[in-house]
């Protein structure tokens, strides 16, 4: 019976190792002296703890006795991942199962220890690919948003000259008014509150714009989907009145808040009504707006951009949202592959529909937050 064992315990192809209750190795195989690097001389009679990283080994045999005086198992008959330490000094991952032999006394404990050095290393090789495929999917990302801003830098030019010619303006009020022999100090007054109004204004065109350009990790909170659009409007509207294009909201009271990265939805907003305009700068000055509509439906949240232009070219319907297809004459084809891949990284789905009576309707859905009301 015992050379039969023996013969298990040997073509077994995991490592195993057999202590007593003094934690002293009674047995091991082959397998054991391969993952260790030891011979069986150097193990046999010597505690286990031999193969255990240091902070592990110093309280070992406290369990141990723990357990034979307790019965309470923390890892006997349960098995889990730790770390082993080779002859080297090496430290490696293992599949841990302990079982108590039975009948035997005083008792004896056997281990069985599977490598876990190869399942680690594609762990980590598939952890660090996805972390590149998201650092080139940011990268990307921020170049797009790039380049849709320096598209719209006559109108952000626009936007921040109206309140720095009104500060000029006031300024010049301002010290005209303090010039007189007998001023009339709440003229001037007005006029240096007109100055500060004219200031803020600026500086809040150059905050949405700041944040717009920063380049950062996803950063993900609870969001006011209304909140988003209205930030994304102060900058939209300048390329708007560029183009004698009225935005229009439409916006649905107390909706749920959403989850997600304010910027990168601002990005799929700023693209989506860009396009929005570019279809409808040439139509009859009734049809020439884009509105902005949110609503409350049953996956969520719905934030759509509507346009009354001519509507959607057949000839790239079924290719709408692949990178790279475009009419466009100046067109990278990235925006709505872009602004696609943004969405269903927040749990949504962007997807195209014919406006009524006519033009398109592009829109997209979030899960709403349970309970969380704005």
């Known amino acids: 019976m015992l050379r039969q064992f023996q013969s298990l315990l040997d073509a077994c192809v995991d490592a195993v190792v057999i202590i ?21 001389g150097d193990m046999l009679g010597r505690n286990v703890a031999m193969l255990m990283p ?41 599949a841990l199962a302990i079982g108590q032999l039975t009948g035997a006394d005083p008792p004896r404990f056997v281990g069985f220890m599977h490598d876990l050095t190869g399942r680690h ?67 001037v007054v007005q006029a240096l509150q007109q100055i500060a109004a004219q200031a803020l204004r600026a500086g809040e065109v150059i905050r949405r714009l700041r944040a717009l350009v920063r380049n950062r990790h996803y950063q993900e909170e609870l969001l006011d989907l209304n909140a988003v659009v209205r930030d994304l409007v102060v900058l939209a509207e300048s390329d708007a009145r560029m183009h004698h294009v009225r935005i229009e909201l439409e916006l649905a009271d107390e909706l749920p808040q959403v989850l997600g990265d304010t910027v990168q939805l601002q990005q799929v907003l700023l693209n989506l009504v ?12 009734p049809d020439r707006a884009v ?38 004459p100046e067109g990278t084809g990235l925006g709505l592959a872009i602004s696609r891949s943004i969405v269903e990284s927040h749990g949504g789905k962007l997807a195209w ?22």
Do not use: W
Request: glycine residues 6%.
């Open 121 to 187: 290393q594609d762990t980590a090789q598939r952890i660090a690919a996805q972390e590149a495929v998201r650092e080139a999917r940011e990268r990307l990302t921020h170049v797009a948003r790039l380049s849709t801003l320096g598209e719209m830098t006559t109108g952000l030019a626009h936007e921040l000259n109206q309140p720095l010619t009104a500060i000029a303006m006031y300024a010049r009020a301002a010290e005209r008014l303090a010039a007189q022999p007998s001023p009339e100090l709440d003229e």
């Open 20 to 40: 007593d209750h003094r934690g002293l190795i009674e047995n091991i195989n082959p397998a054991a002296c391969r993952l260790f690097g030891h011979e069986p």
């Open 291 to 328: 509105t902005l509509r949110t609503s409350l439906i049953a996956l969520g949240v719905e934030l759509a951009v509507c346009d009354r232009g001519p509507g959607l070219d057949p000839a790239i319907e079924g290719r709408l949202f692949e990178a790279f297809a475009t009419t466009k």
């Open 274 to 285: 860009r396009n929005a305009i570019d279809a409808v700068q040439h139509a009859p000055e």
């Open 353 to 374: 529909k014919a406006n009524s009576p006519q033009g398109s309707c592009f829109h997209f859905h979030l899960p709403a937050v349970s309970g969380a009301l704005t």
């Open 54 to 94: 240091e902070s592990d080994a110093r309280v070992h045999d406290q369990h141990v006795t723990r357990y034979i005086r307790t019965g309470e198992a923390h890892i006997i008959g349960i098995g889990r991942d730790v770390y082993a330490q080779r002859k080297d000094g090496t430290q490696f991952p293992v």
